[in-house]
């Protein structure tokens, strides 16, 4: 199990990299809509990685509420 302060780091990464991957996308649409599409994909996979941090973080900040 991470650290709360390791949990935090990295799902900033991630949304930081979910953010970097859409303006990607945005970017090349008008001129590649596939390597766009890829692009929003990898953006939706760092957010739903992100969410299972974030619930993985307040789980263990229970834990250590009750501790």
Do not use: H, P, W
Not at 53 to 63: A, D, F, N, V
């Amino acid at each position: 199990m991470k650290t709360i302060e390791e949990l935090k780091i990295r799902i900033q990464e991630l949304s930081k990299q979910a953010v970097e991957l859409r303006r990607k996308g945005s970017e090349v649409y008008e001129t590649n809509q596939e390597q766009a599409k890829q692009f929003r994909q990898e953006a939706r996979e760092s957010m739903k990685r992100c969410q299972v941090l974030i619930q993985e973080l307040k789980r263990t900040e229970e834990i250590d509420r009750t501790a």
